[in-house]
């Protein structure tokens, strides 16, 4: 694409970053998630994608990759359902919450965004569905813009 | 008028109706039905899940298995495309 487009993204695409990684990080506090926040991420991508071209991109990163990290996620996710099966005898149990040790602190009653460290297993769990949307989302985007480009070429 | 617009019409007067009783048989505004789960959870979330946000509390807690299923079809979309786009990859 032209200067403008390329700058632009340039400008925008680490913001986009930060403001994703934010909703995914702080999924137990404020409104979104690992799916929400994933997908703004995968939108700065897919800006990235737009302005610098699929082939570009796709020669800095690997599908590959990209599918396994997104396996990762799931199975961190399934890893700490089966936790909780294991701690708290529930399958998708909250054995980390009221625990006192890391994210288990019970906040206090009303609105109080700043305890980051509560919501026992949410983050963990929040943490792996982002990773595993950013990189499926991405995979997803990346490949069918390689494919669309390879037909226009030839 | 040929049978496809008869057909489209009555196909569309049927659904028309299903709308019209949908919409009279809503409950009035402000005025929910059964909530006992909503008054459970909106008491209950900050003790049991520990966490002051009750939508992620929820999705990721109560129903968590509605998250896997949503992780499953996300792997089902991933995969179904890395399939189908396989020749184009180096």
């Not at chain 1, 099966?85 to 399958?91: D, E, H, K, N, R």
């Not at chain 2, 789960?37 to 946000?53: A, F, K, L, P, R």
């Amino acid at each position: 694409m032209t200067k403008i487009v390329k700058t632009t993204a340039n400008i925008l695409f680490p913001f986009t970053m930060i403001f994703g990684l934010y909703v995914i990080a702080h999924g137990h506090l404020t409104p979104g998630g690992g799916f929400q926040g994933g997908a703004i991420v995968v939108s700065g991508c897919a800006l990235l994608l737009v302005a610098y071209g699929s082939s570009w991109v796709f020669d800095r990163i690997k599908d590959k990759r990209l599918a396994a990290f997104e396996s990762l996620g799931a199975i961190g996710f399934i890893t700490i359902a089966f936790l909780g099966l294991v701690f708290s005898a529930v399958f998708f149990g909250n054995f980390l919450a009221g625990s006192e040790t890391i994210f288990g602190t019970t906040p206090a009653t009303g609105s109080t965004l700043s305890d980051f460290n509560t919501g026992g297993v949410l983050p963990l769990m929040n943490f792996a569905v982002g990773v595993k949307v950013i990189a499926g989302l991405f995979v997803i985007v990346l490949v069918m813009a390689y494919a669309s480009s390879i037909k226009e070429l030839s | 008028m040929d049978n496809r617009t008869v057909a489209g019409i009555l196909v569309f007067s049927i659904v028309a109706v299903f709308f019209l009783f949908s919409v009279f048989l809503i409950h009035p505004f402000g005025e929910p039905g059964p909530v006992q789960m909503d008054d459970y959870i909106i008491t209950h979330t900050q003790n049991e899940t520990g966490t002051n946000n009750g939508v992620t509390a929820v999705v990721f807690d109560y129903r968590g298995f509605d998250t896997l299923g949503e992780a499953t079809i996300l792997f089902s979309a991933v995969a179904g495309v890395l399939l189908i786009f396989r020749k184009v990859r180096h």
